[in-house]
């Protein structure tokens, strides 16, 4: 695939078993790794990365489908855990060293939890929350439902609520084309919520932050809405190294929104470096 009639070209393989396009070369800078939101595919990121080879031409790039997700086959677990792995293995057979980890909904926690297990250059997370506590007390309040029939109904609701109606018209039609909200997919990359002990949960995640916090992983929240005092102080209190950016009138993607302003967020993790 050959990108704006240049020499270049973006491999599309399959990295121990997770369907990829790799994009640029390896340099003395970080790699960016993509990963899409639950039930989407790696094609949210098309628009972003486009605009990102315009200004950026020659960094490395990898998008991936995760497990169960786009040309990616589907997988025995889709717990944290299992997911976290099958991205480093990916990652791995790519030949990607110390990549900065870019993660969208669901996937920045995937992003989150990959850079306190294995060697990353900083996390970009892309309208996520890490307060997720009320969210997960929601879900596990509507366990029934969501595994009995009313669970399309369910999804409905979580769909409406991101707002796509917000983004230009093509972006509505590729998520709407790619959105693949299987019932036993989303169950399985929540079966964590719905299935772990809540305090061994809310343990795990104050652990992780406490280890990004202490080697200063370089972390940056973008956001498709303003933040509300208490949520940008307790992330401030939480990630001191965090940097916000806000894109308003995005709602839950702001990197189709405004794919140029994204861009520039990626170039400018170019120079992440830490000791972990």
Sequence with gaps: MTHDGDARHAHEGTYAGLSAELDGTSDQRP???????LTFDRSMWNAALAEHRRIDPARQTMSLDL?????????????????????????????????VMVGHSLAAIVATMYATRHSTSGVVNVDQSL????????LRSMAEQLRGPTFPSIWGGFLASMHIELLPP??????????????????????????????????MAAAGLANLRARNVPYMYVVGHELDAQD?????????????????????????????????????????????
């Design 67 to 99: 497990p169960g997700h786009g040309r990616s086959a589907p997988a025995e677990s889709y717990g944290m855990d299992a997911v976290v792995d099958a991205v480093h293995d990916a990652i791995e057979a790519a030949g990607l060293a110390r990549p």
């Design 232 to 276: 940008r102080a307790w992330l401030v209190e939480q990630l001191p190294q965090t940097t916000i950016k806000i894109m308003p009138g995005s709602g839950h993607f702001p990197q189709l929104a405004h794919p140029a302003a994204f861009a520039t967020c990626l170039r400018e993790t170019a120079d992440w470096t830490t000791d972990g």
């Design 31 to 37: 790699p960016l790794v993509l990963l899409h939101g």
């Design 170 to 203: 093509d972006a509505q039609q590729l998520l709407h084309a790619t959105s693949t909200p299987d019932q036993e997919l989303v169950l399985g990359y929540w079966d964590d919520v719905l299935n772990r002990d809540p305090a061994e949960m809310n343990a």
């Design 131 to 138: 307060r997720t506590e009320q969210f997960a007390a929601f």
